[in-house]
């Protein structure tokens, strides 16, 4: 069996080696009670969302980065993986453990995840990520960009996607201003499966960005 095993400490505060071990069957991260059982698992078919992002950290002036992971499971736990670097100190050590960390959940268990996705738009079942419906019509979102957020269909040949360093967003070809949705890698469930589909959906339909 291949598994992945990452050493965590949290920061200054708590500099405590702390295990993450990351295989296809299951998911275990040292973040309890150390004097205890300090393990809290989550086995593969009980994963079921993540985000991830930087959190910069300022007073007057930037003085350092928290790296956060956060994966939930079907029954709303959530596991949350963090760590600090202060005035650049270990700073691409840092980003390297972060992506590498990243880059495994993928391998295990989203990657498997987004394909299941795919495989059911292609057999034309409606499914939802976070608040997204797919469907053979078109794509569902809640729309924000008025003072009252309402569900939006838009059809499939008029979705449109656009990438930042921190979010993707989701509007209308017809209607840029006021039918879209933004998406935080950081603050939002599976926007990285989100984003993977869709674009793999729009690739079929032969559907680019203008």
Same mark, same amino acid.
């Given at each position: ?5 990452? =050493? ?13 071990? =990351? ?5 275990k991260f040292e973040s309890k009670d150390l004097r205890n059982d300090s393990f809290v698992t989550f086995k593969?078919?009980?994963? !079921?969302? %993540?985000? %991830?992002? @930087? ?8 003085? *350092? ?7 939930? /499971? ?13 005035? *650049? ?21 989203? *990657? ?11 057999? *034309?079942?409606e499914f939802k990520i976070g608040e997204v419906i797919f469907n053979k019509d078109g794509l569902s979102i ?22 930042? /360093?921190?979010?993707?967003?989701? %509007?209308?070809?017809?209607? #840029? ?5 933004? %998406? ?9 499966? !989100?984003?993977? @589909?869709?674009? #793999? ?6 559907? @680019?960005?203008?």
């Amino acid at each position: 069996m291949v598994q992945k095993e990452f =050493i965590i400490r949290r920061g200054i505060t708590d500099n405590y080696p702390r295990k993450l071990f =990351i295989n296809e069957n299951e998911l275990k991260f040292e973040s309890k009670d150390l004097r205890n059982d300090s393990f809290v698992t989550f086995k593969k078919d009980q994963i !079921l969302e %993540y985000s %991830y992002g @930087v959190k910069w950290m300022q007073y007057k002036f930037t003085f *350092g980065r928290e790296y956060i992971i956060s994966i939930r /499971s079907n029954d709303n736990q959530v596991i949350k993986i963090n760590f600090k670097t202060y005035f *650049g100190r270990k700073k691409d050590e840092y980003h390297k453990l972060c992506n590498d960390i990243l880059l495994s959940l993928w391998d295990f268990y989203f *990657g498997d995840l987004t394909s299941n996705y795919i495989q059911k738009s292609e057999q *034309g079942e409606e499914f939802k990520i976070g608040e997204v419906i797919f469907n053979k019509d078109g794509l569902s979102i809640i729309s924000n960009s008025s003072l009252k957020q309402k569900n939006v269909l838009i059809p499939w040949e008029k979705v449109r996607t656009k990438r930042y /360093s921190t979010y993707f967003a989701i %509007y209308s070809k017809d209607d #840029a201003v006021n039918v879209n949705r933004g %998406y935080s890698y950081l603050n939002d469930w599976n926007t990285t499966v !989100l984003l993977n @589909v869709l674009n #793999a959906v729009l690739a079929k339909k032969n559907i @680019v960005n203008d």
